[in-house]
Each structure stands twice: as structure tokens, then as C-alpha cells.
């Protein structure tokens, strides 16, 4: 029994492809080893406080039945998730310690190197679509599965710009969405500011287009509306590794929860999104957003409105 | 006759303290040669839209009388530059092309080597006081010379902080409010967060602290009270030189103005000073300040808020 369905009335549910791994982090506040990480894992357990998640992905045989067990218990549902022969995406890495910049130790892609996402019938016609932070070329299939969806959103990532701009730009072209951080926006518009990036990236096919910026926050740009939310300012970060994923996540699960995209129903959505990410760099893997009470985040949320409510 | 007096009703007068130099700099996208700039001529300009700043600097006998008139012509009060036999402060720059890490190529001095200010007679009794980024001793002293400040804020820089942090912790317990840049914050509090940072800050005297975080806006830390502000967003960037100055004039003016020291008058005063700032940055020197329209500022101070508004 998922502990936050009372969350979700009204809400559509969102299709969400990524990758669900273990990450091996290490950071100036401690180490976690093999922990369920990922970008479908991050974004599915922040959606499922608020529409429900149908997860695709792909895992190896060493992807212990608690796990799907952990993401089922969030009301996420898992019949997506592949599980194929070998070992599960594998990612290890070390922060500095401005907790930004950090080294990449080995990354296993190990079964996910093979993963061609297959969309089961019982999804095709999810009306929210979250294309996780995969191969562009993987993003365009599901699309093409995908039957008639209401909202597509993407996130994407330096390497897909360094390798695989024409396929990227492809898939830009089929979103309403764009999910991307600031230095990765000027970069794959090729411009020096995140006001100019976003305009060029409005031409290239979203209507909108969310710049995340860390402990900085997240901007906003669509039709005549730039909207703005800071980070929540917390004491003390223990892991970064998903903030951007679980923003995503929770954007789209208030983005269907909310049924809208006017002004009020994109600056909730943003709202949401940050409240979610501030939870996941508090603890190692997903364990910030694990079985949080309702109060807790809504809680956590007035802060963050009133911090710019003067 | 000052072109923006009509802002300034119902303010009380506000001395500032610091340089008044010529600065030459070099961006990507142009440069100047000894320009108007330091600290006291950036946030007496600022100020003066919003209440009548009264400076207090040292200049050279080579600095013309048409930059005394320039800042008087915006109403503010240069009866306080002393003019000393010798060269006026000249400061060479040059940014990079992230427009935020510069070189220093080279630091005259000359006059304001020996700056030791005298608060005259008709400025004692001034109710707010701004002290510039200046050598804390000095600061210091201008608190002595000042009579019953009703509020007093003050602004500091890294070099202050490595060379004379005991004599800047003395001056911290006599203010109401600093201005300090986030990476100083933490240098200064020996944090490693901006909210740790400004708890440990908030111990040492004043009872406001804003933290400077240039292009991703400024936090204001108080007593049960946090509030944010964003940076605008601006496509172009041509020199951030004085933004820090201009936004410390702006937001003490607007605090004057207002008379107030609540959540409304320091929001409100948090998005002025941000405004100004704004315009400093799109033109070298002071230019980019210098004989704004009312509704000209009004208008980008609109634009901030709704990016809050949601």
C-alpha cells in the first residue's frame, strides 16, 4: 500500500523512461555503496507524492526484489522496468568539496548499454511523458510509441550535446518541455547568457524551457512569462547525485496534479520540484525522498514561498 | 537641478563612506579609461533616486569638476569630498570572458592611501549611514564622528576579512546591517553554507546580514525573517564593476525612503537595490545609472517581482 496516494486526486499519470542504477557516491559527509540510484528512480519516487509514476527501465539480475519493492511501495508502477541478464548501470563517483564539481570513478553501464526502451500497451497512452536523461535516439523511440501524449517533457545532459546534437535537436522539436542547466543551456545554444540561451532554445521546438541552476534555483521561460524560484537555502548538503531528476519528477507530478499550464500551475510546479530536490541532497540515494509525511514537504514549501513573498 | 528628486519624498538623508576613484576596464565587450567609479560614487548615485546621499571620499587635483557635477546634478551632497594635492585612487581591470573573475592590473593608491575621513559638521547628524568597502579602522572612525545613526549598514571585501579581521569584528558589533558576498560570507563565518554562514554572522553584531550573490540575486537574513530576492536577468552583460556598490546605495535609499524595517520595506528595498544594480552592469563606469527615468526603473523593478509572482 503506497503511503502518499492521498496526494494524487485528479492527477493524470506520467510516463517517466530512465535509468534505474546503483550509484556508489562518495562525499566530504560520508559514502554510500550500491545504493538505488538512477534518473527514473529519483523522478518516480518525487512524482509519486503527486500523480502516479509508470516507470521504464532496465536493470540486471542482481537487482534485488526490495528495490522494486521500495519504488512499489511509493504508488510508482514498476511493470516497465525490464530486467534482462547481467549486472545493473553502474555509476561511481566523488564530490569535491564545494559539493559542485565531482569525479566520475567508473561508470558500468553493464545491461542498460543495450536498453531499447519498449513502452508496455498499459502505457502508451499515458498524457504525461518525462523522457529521463538518456540517448536522444532512445528519447525519439518512445515518442514514437508513445500514442497521442497530452505533455512531453525532456531532460538532457553535455554528453548527448558533445555526441548526439542532431538527434537531440530531433527530439526538441516533439517537446513541450525542456529540462536543462545553465551551463548546458548556453552550450547547446551556443550563447552567453541564460536569457539568450532560452530564447534560441524557444525556436528550436519547446514551449518552454526550465534552466536549472543548483543551490542557485530554476528559471522558467515560455510565451511572454519568465518565472523564477530560489533553491531552498538548507544548512548543510550530504549528496547532490538526483537533484535534478527529482525536480523533474515532482514538476510533472504537480504539472498533472494541477491540470494547467497557465502562470499559477508552473510556478506551483516549480515550487514542488525544488521542495523535492532540497529533500534528496539532505540524505545519500533516494532516502530523503523516502516515506516523507505530506506535512513535512508542505511545510518545507511555505518557507520557500515566503522567502519571496515581500 | 537634480533630474530625480521627485522619488525622494519623505526620506531621511544617507551618508556614505568610501572611494571615489578612476577605474579603467577592460570586458569581452569593451573598454573605459579613467572612468568615474568607487564604491561612494556607484551607491551615491544609486541612492539619490530614492533619498539624498551625502558623501564622504577623498579626490586628487586632477579629478574635474565636471564628475562633482555630474554626482551633484543627481542631487547628491559632495560637500564632504575632501580634495587632497596628488592623484585621485586608479583602479585597472580586466574581466574575463565569464564576466565574473577578473585580473587587477593595477592599484593607485595615490590620496586614498592616506584617507582619514572627516564627517562635517552639517553630516554628523545624518540618520542613515552606509559604510563603504573600506578599511575597517576607518569605518570605525566614521561611527565615532557620526551622531545617534538611526541605522547603520556597512560593506566588506575579502582583503579586509585576510588583513584586518579583528578590527572588522569590532566594527560588526556597532551596525544594524552588512552587505557581504556569499563567498566571503562563508569566509568571514567559516561556514560552509550561506545560511550557516549568516546564523554565525547574525551572532557577531548586526541584525541584518544580505548576502551578495551577483547574477543569482541576494538573501536577506534577520530575526525569524529570510527573504530572496533573483538577480534580473539580462541578455547582455557589458561590466559588473560597482554592482555590489550601486546595490548597497539603492537598497539603503529605498530603505530611508520607506522608514519602515519590516518584511515589506526590506523586500522592497532588496528588489530596488537589485534593479539599480541591473543597470550598472549593461554600461561602463556609471553610465548606466546616470539620469534614469522614474519609469524606466519602475518598469524593470515589474518585471523582477512578476518572476516571483506565481
Same mark, same amino acid.
Given at each position: 500500500?503506497?503511503?502518499?496516494?492521498?496526494?494524487?486526486?485528479?492527477?493524470?499519470?506520467?510516463?517517466? /523512461?530512465?535509468?534505474?542504477?546503483?550509484?556508489?557516491?562518495?562525499?566530504?559527509?560520508?559514502? $554510500?555503496?550500491?545504493? @538505488?540510484?538512477?534518473?527514473?528512480?529519483?523522478?518516480?519516487?518525487?512524482?509519486?507524492?503527486?500523480?502516479?509514476? *509508470? #516507470? &521504464?527501465?532496465?536493470?540486471?539480475?542482481?537487482?534485488?526484489?526490495?528495490?522494486?519493492?521500495? #519504488?512499489?511501495?511509493?504508488?510508482?508502477?514498476?511493470?516497465?522496468?525490464? *530486467?534482462?541478464?547481467?549486472?545493473?548501470?553502474?555509476?561511481?563517483?566523488?564530490?569535491?568539496?564545494?559539493?559542485?564539481?565531482?569525479?566520475?570513478?567508473?561508470?558500468?553501464?553493464?545491461?542498460?548499454?543495450?536498453?531499447?526502451?519498449?513502452?508496455?500497451?498499459?502505457?502508451?497512452?499515458?498524457?504525461?511523458? =518525462?523522457?529521463?536523461?538518456?540517448?536522444?535516439?532512445?528519447?525519439?523511440?518512445?515518442?514514437?510509441?508513445?500514442?497521442?501524449?497530452?505533455?512531453?517533457?525532456?531532460?538532457?545532459?553535455?554528453?548527448?550535446?558533445?555526441?548526439?546534437?542532431?538527434? %537531440?535537436?530531433? /527530439?526538441?522539436?516533439?517537446?513541450?518541455? =525542456?529540462?536543462?542547466?545553465?551551463?548546458?543551456?548556453?552550450? =547547446?545554444?551556443?550563447?552567453?547568457?541564460?536569457?539568450? $540561451?532560452?530564447?534560441?532554445? =524557444?525556436?528550436?521546438?519547446?514551449?518552454?524551457?526550465?534552466?536549472?541552476?543548483?543551490?542557485?534555483?530554476?528559471? %522558467?521561460?515560455?510565451?511572454?512569462?519568465? #518565472?523564477?524560484?530560489?533553491?531552498?537555502? @538548507?544548512?548543510?548538503? /550530504?549528496?547532490?547525485?538526483?537533484?535534478?531528476?527529482?525536480?523533474?519528477?515532482?514538476?510533472?507530478?504537480?504539472?498533472? *496534479?494541477?491540470?494547467? %499550464?497557465?502562470?499559477?500551475?508552473?510556478?506551483?510546479?516549480?515550487?514542488?520540484?525544488?521542495?523535492?530536490?532540497?529533500?534528496?541532497?539532505?540524505?545519500?540515494? &533516494?532516502?530523503?525522498?523516502?516515506?516523507?509525511?505530506?506535512?513535512?514537504?508542505?511545510?518545507?514549501?511555505?518557507? @520557500?514561498?515566503?522567502?519571496?513573498?515581500?
Amino acid at each position: 500500500m503506497a503511503h502518499n496516494r492521498e496526494g494524487r486526486e485528479g492527477a493524470q499519470p506520467i510516463l517517466i /523512461v530512465g535509468s534505474v542504477a546503483f550509484d556508489s557516491v562518495e562525499t566530504p559527509h560520508g559514502r $554510500a555503496e550500491m545504493a @538505488l540510484g538512477g534518473s527514473a528512480s529519483y523522478a518516480g519516487i518525487a512524482a509519486s507524492y503527486f500523480a502516479e509514476p *509508470r #516507470l &521504464v527501465g532496465i536493470v540486471g539480475d542482481d537487482f534485488g526484489e526490495h528495490h522494486l519493492r521500495r #519504488l512499489s511501495e511509493h504508488g510508482v508502477d514498476v511493470r516497465g522496468i525490464e *530486467r534482462a541478464a547481467g549486472k545493473t548501470f553502474h555509476w561511481r563517483g566523488r564530490y569535491h568539496e564545494n559539493m559542485k564539481d565531482r569525479d566520475t570513478l567508473e561508470t558500468s553501464l553493464n545491461v542498460f548499454e543495450h536498453f531499447d526502451p519498449t513502452i508496455p500497451e498499459v502505457y502508451r497512452r499515458t498524457p504525461y511523458v =518525462l523522457l529521463g536523461n538518456i540517448d536522444p535516439k532512445l528519447q525519439f523511440s518512445v515518442l514514437d510509441q508513445a500514442r497521442e501524449p497530452q505533455f512531453v517533457a525532456m531532460d538532457t545532459m553535455n554528453f548527448w550535446i558533445n555526441t548526439s546534437r542532431d538527434a %537531440l535537436l530531433e /527530439v526538441l522539436k516533439r517537446i513541450d518541455l =525542456l529540462f536543462i542547466n545553465d551551463e548546458e543551456a548556453m552550450q =547547446l545554444a551556443d550563447q552567453w547568457s541564460i536569457v539568450a $540561451a532560452a530564447e534560441m532554445l =524557444l525556436r528550436m521546438g519547446p514551449k518552454f524551457v526550465v534552466i536549472k541552476r543548483g543551490e542557485h534555483g530554476a528559471v %522558467l521561460f515560455g510565451p511572454q512569462l519568465t #518565472l523564477f524560484v530560489p533553491a531552498v537555502l @538548507l544548512p548543510r548538503v /550530504v549528496d547532490p547525485t538526483g537533484a535534478g531528476d527529482t525536480f523533474a519528477g515532482a514538476f510533472m507530478g504537480q504539472l498533472s *496534479r494541477s491540470g494547467a %499550464l497557465d502562470r499559477a500551475a508552473l510556478g506551483s510546479a516549480l515550487t514542488w520540484g525544488t521542495v523535492m530536490a532540497s529533500f534528496t541532497v539532505e540524505a545519500f540515494s &533516494v532516502d530523503g525522498i523516502s516515506g516523507l509525511g505530506a506535512d513535512t514537504i508542505a511545510e518545507r514549501r511555505k518557507q @520557500l514561498v515566503e522567502m519571496v513573498r515581500y
